[in-house]
C-alpha cells in the first residue's frame, strides 16, 4: 500500500459519466476493514449464477474423479481446463418445484427455495443474489446485475405463470427481477448515470480523470489501468457495431408492410455475439467493482432460441431437451462454453495474489437434470476460489442423503460473501464441503 490511498466512492468521472475503478495495489478501494472480514486492500467476493434451461443431456451429465485428473462427461468438456477450481456437485435438489407440473413450477423458486402460486398468480421467494444484493448491494454503483439472453415469456403454462420460467432473479416474492437483454443498456446502466444511450463514449468522457489518476498510482497498476481502459474501449466498439448490424438489440421494422417473403422464425439477433457481449459486461462489472453480484439467463425454461451457428435451426430448445441427440449435446456445450469463456477471462485479471476467479463464485444450474422433466436432482457446477475460501477440483455427491436442499448452497455462497441467515429457503445449514 502506498501514500497515495483512494477511497473506494473514488471513480473516475467526467460529464456526467462516471466509471468505477479495477482493483489496483496502489489505491484502497474494498472500503472499511471494520465492516468486513477482509483487509481494507484485498479484493472482494463477487458471486455469478448462470442459468440454461431445460437441464442438460442425460448420458453427458457427470464427473468421476477429483482435481485436474477428473474424467468429465461431453457436456462439461469445455470446462477441462478448470479442473483445478471446480467443484461438481451431484443430488442437491429443489423439494417445492416437485410439487407443482413442469418448466415454470421447476424454475421460478430455483434460487429461492420457496412455494410457487399456482393459476396464474405470482407468488415465489425472494432470490439468493437478491438476498445479498439487499444486504451489502448499497457498497456498489450497481446493487446487482440481471442479465438475459432471451425475452420474457407471457401466459400460463400448465397452471403456471411463464414468468416463473422466464426469471431465476427476484427481488421479492411478488417481482421478478427487471431482466436487463440488451447489452448497450446493461453497459449504460454500469458505466453512465442514467440507463440511456448516448452519443459520447464513455472513455471520452473521463480522459482527463483517468490522466490524473495515472500520475499517482505505480507503474504495474498504471499498466492495469491501460489494459482495463482498452477493454471498456473494446466492448464499446463492439456494441456500437453490432447495433449497425440491427442484431443485438433485436428486431424492428423498417417498413409499414413487407417487402419480402416471410422469413423463417427465429431471433434476428446473432445468439453468439449477444451472450459473448453479455459475458464480457460481466467481467468488467466485477473487474471495475461496479457490481459484485450477477445472474446471466442464458435462455428461458421454456425457451424459443435456435443455435443456427452450430447447425442446429430445425427446432427450437426447448423440444430439442425432449430428446438426447447429438445436436442437444451440441447446444449444452454451446452454453458451457459461455461459462468457460467467463471463468478463462476473471483467471486472466490479477487481483492482488489471487486472480478475479479466483475471488468469484461462479455457478452453473438449470431447474432440471435433463429435458425429460427431472427434478429429483439438479444439475450443478461451480468454478473459483469464492475469496481463497472454496477449495477447487472437487467431485461432491448428495444423492440419497437426507440433507440435500439446494438452498445449503446458497447458505454456503453467502457465508462466503460474509452474509450469515439463520434460515434460507427449507434449509438452516450451508454444505460443509463448500
Not at 427481488?171 to 421478478?176: A, D, G, M, R, V
Not at 447446444?331 to 487481483?351: H, S, W
Not at 473459483?384 to 446458497?410: E, P, V
Amino acid at each position: 500500500m502506498t501514500k497515495h490511498e483512494i477511497s473506494r466512492r473514488k471513480m473516475l468521472c467526467g460529464l456526467g459519466v462516471t466509471m468505477a475503478l479495477p482493483w489496483m495495489e496502489s489505491t484502497r478501494v474494498w472500503g472499511d476493514v471494520s465492516k468486513s472480514t477482509k483487509k481494507a486492500s484485498e479484493a472482494p467476493t463477487r458471486m455469478a449464477i448462470l442459468f440454461a434451461g431445460c437441464g442438460f443431456h442425460k448420458h453427458e451429465w457427470w464427473a468421476k474423479g477429483q482435481g485436474k485428473g477428473m474424467q468429465l462427461g461431453k457436456v462439461l468438456a469445455p470446462l477441462s481446463d478448470f479442473r483445478d477450481k471446480m467443484i461438481f456437485i451431484r443430488g442437491l435438489y429443489n423439494k417445492e418445484a416437485l410439487k407443482g407440473n413442469i418448466h415454470s413450477s421447476q424454475t421460478g423458486n430455483l434460487l429461492s427455495g420457496a412455494p410457487l402460486a399456482s393459476g396464474g398468480r405470482i407468488q415465489s421467494g425472494t432470490s439468493v443474489d437478491q438476498y445479498v444484493a439487499q444486504r451489502i448491494g448499497r457498497q456498489n454503483k450497481v446493487p446487482s446485475l440481471v442479465l438475459g439472453c432471451e425475452k420474457a415469456n407471457p401466459g400460463v403454462h400448465k397452471n403456471y405463470s411463464l414468468l416463473y420460467s422466464s426469471h431465476i432473479s427476484w427481488s421479492s416474492p411478488n417481482t421478478p427481477t427487471p431482466l436487463e437483454v440488451y447489452p448497450a443498456l446493461a453497459f449504460d446502466r454500469l458505466f453512465k448515470n442514467k440507463a440511456q444511450v448516448g452519443d459520447q463514449s464513455v472513455l471520452d468522457a473521463v480522459l482527463e480523470d483517468a490522466k490524473d489518476l495515472r500520475r499517482n498510482i505505480s507503474r504495474l497498476d498504471q499498466q492495469k489501468l491501460d489494459e482495463y481502459l482498452n477493454s471498456v474501449r473494446e466492448v464499446e466498439q463492439r456494441i456500437e457495431s453490432a447495433g449497425k448490424r440491427g442484431e443485438v438489440q433485436g428486431w424492428r421494422p423498417t417498413l409499414t408492410k413487407p417487402d419480402m417473403s416471410r422469413p423463417k422464425d427465429g431471433y434476428p439477433q446473432d445468439i453468439v455475439e449477444h451472450m459473448r457481449l453479455m459475458c464480457d459486461i460481466l467481467v468488467l462489472a466485477f473487474q471495475t467493482d461496479t457490481t459484485r453480484i450477477c445472474t446471466l439467463k442464458l435462455n428461458n425454461d421454456h425457451g424459443t432460441l435456435r443455435f443456427p451457428h452450430i447447425g442446429v435451426d430445425y427446432m427450437i430448445h426447448h423440444l430439442l431437451s425432449h430428446n438426447d441427440s447429438d445436436d442437444w449435446l451440441k447446444v449444452n456445450q454451446f452454453f458451457l462454453k459461455q461459462m468457460a469463456y467467463i471463468a478463462r477471462r476473471l483467471d486472466g485479471i490479477q487481483e492482488g495474489e489471487r486472480t478475479l476467479l479466483d475471488n468469484t463464485m461462479l455457478m452453473l444450474c438449470s431447474s432440471m437434470l435433463t429435458g425429460h422433466h427431472d427434478a429429483s436432482q439438479l444439475p450443478v457446477v461451480m468454478l473459483g476460489g469464492g475469496g481463497g475460501r472454496i477449495k477447487g477440483g472437487q467431485n461432491i455427491d448428495y444423492l440419497g442423503k437426507s440433507d440435500r436442499q439446494m438452498s445449503r448452497l446458497f447458505l454456503s455462497m453467502m457465508d462466503k460473501m460474509d452474509i450469515r441467515p439463520e434460515i434460507f429457503g427449507d434449509a438452516d445449514k450451508p454444505l460443509q464441503e463448500i
